[in-house]
């Protein structure tokens, strides 16, 4: 999960009256006491909605893999098709998804205005449950009833929607990385600072290079298994090329960052690899393919987790996101952006929809299965050279960009010379 970086507070002077747009409460102590009350209100009710889209991801699991035993519940909706079958599976799957979407959508129209405490929209956002328990019902309910061509196209949408979510979560990482890089950057004012970097950069190290010697001796048993080599080769060329630009002497950023960049590739590349289907000959899982054990079982529910978890965890993460990040936040400020927030978990709803039907509008996957498939394995292996030509153009681009501006006042130092 990554972590929110709250900006300092700023706090007034004691008995300046501040106006941004609506009076404020006469008594300061009071006023401090109301905002107090407002923010805890706010960072609490992230978590009823991360509780609200775990179980609309349980919702959709049931849905996909036991709402055809109950065909006569559905059978009676004019748009589910003969005994129910377009309300179940894939496209119940999608039904599901796109009532989650609108309600986060009209969550995110609703507050995308808000940024103070007092306001209106702060008190939407963090109350009135009832009624927006009601609202997220009804747009779950109303899907039931829509006809399937336009649940089709929302699919289609879907995919870039969930592309969307992953380019997100990717920028969200990198920030991470390099906020906890410079974290552990040397200090002459904390000596103890160089070592434990040191010390986490060898960490991680050795958990990359375990994760590449598992993933051989486990995927890529024989030279016939080519692909899954290419895939675990290609991960230790980037490793490699990402430790070599970070120690490069024009970018200097250490090797804690690559580090965690190289550990975060080889967890994209095993779970790619993990996604292929148990009927290769290279997969590992190819033993238990026919049989819900306990490993599937468990292996699915942490999946969903992960999936709450990683939508979570980016939909307050707004600061990444934004241009100016040194503004001192008033004790009205709300605490976090509550619009980004809200779009992040619309963009989550279509994103776990192509994780519960393998990224494919058109086939239903295997109960308890979750991103198995060979459209699921190539989403996260471009996945992961994305991430890696990111991270690496964030490495370069500041020196280039020094570059330019060393040969921009040598071409204007060289003009006034000749005037």
């Known amino acids: 999960m990554v972590e929110s970086r709250e900006p300092v507070e700023h706090k007034p002077e004691e008995g300046k009256e501040r106006r941004h747009g609506a009076a404020l409460p006469a008594s300061n102590q009071t006023t401090v006491l109301a905002y107090s009350a407002e923010k805890k209100r706010s960072l609490l009710s992230r978590y009823i909605y991360g509780v609200i889209f775990l179980v609309?991801?349980?919702?959709?699991?049931v849905v996909r893999d036991y709402a055809h035993k109950v065909p006569a519940l559905l059978q009676w909706l004019r748009y589910c098709g003969k005994e129910g079958k377009d309300c179940f599976h894939t496209v119940g799957v999608l039904r599901v998804s796109f009532g989650c979407f609108i309600f986060f959508s009209f969550m995110l129209v609703s507050t995308m205005k808000a940024n103070k405490l007092y306001q209106a929209c702060n008190r939407w956002h963090s109350g009135w449950w009832a009624t927006k328990f009601i609202i997220l019902i009804t747009s779950m309910v109303v899907q039931f009833f829509v006809p399937l061509p336009i649940i089709q196209i929302y699919g289609e949408v879907a995919r870039v929607g969930a592309g969307i979510f992953l380019l997100l979560q990717l920028i969200s990482v990198i920030q991470f990385i390099t906020w906890w890089n410079n974290y552990w950057m040397p200090d002459t004012q904390f000596k103890q600072s160089c070592s434990l970097g040191l010390l986490m950069s060898t960490i991680f190290y050795i958990a990359s290079l375990c994760g590449i010697v598992v993933m051989y001796s486990l995927y890529a048993p024989s030279q016939s298994c080519s692909l899954n080599i290419f895939f675990i080769t290609w991960t230790v060329v980037l490793l490699v090329v990402m430790m070599l630009v970070s120690l490069h002497s024009k970018v200097n950023r250490g090797l804690l960052s690559s580090g965690i960049m190289g550990s975060y590739l080889v967890f994209l590349c095993w779970s790619a690899i993990r996604s292929e289907p148990a009927i290769e000959k290279c997969s590992?899982?190819?033993?238990?393919?026919?049989n819900d054990n306990w490993t599937t079982?468990?292996?699915?529910?942490l999946a969903v987790c992960a999936i709450?978890?990683?939508?979570?965890?980016?939909?307050?993460d707004s600061q990444s996101f934004q241009f100016r990040r040194d503004e001192a936040l008033s004790e009205d400020d709300i605490p976090y952006n509550y619009g980004f927030f809200h779009f992040v978990f619309s963009m989550g709803a279509m994103y776990f929809a192509m994780l519960f039907i393998n990224w494919d509008i058109h086939h239903s996957t295997r109960k308890w299965r979750i991103d198995v498939g060979w459209a699921s394995t190539w989403v996260k292996i471009v996945n992961e050279w994305f991430a890696a030509t990111i991270y690496l153009w964030s490495l370069i681009s500041p020196v280039i960009r020094r570059i330019k501006v060393m040969d921009h006042e040598?071409?204007?130092?060289h003009i006034q010379n000749s005037v």
């Open 56 to 61: 609309i991801n349980l919702v959709a699991w």
């Open 284 to 290: 590992p899982q190819r033993n238990v393919a026919e």
């Open 297 to 301: 079982i468990l292996g699915f529910l």
């Open 308 to 316: 709450v978890m990683a939508t979570f965890s980016t939909g307050i």
């Open 410 to 413: 040598e071409s204007l130092e």
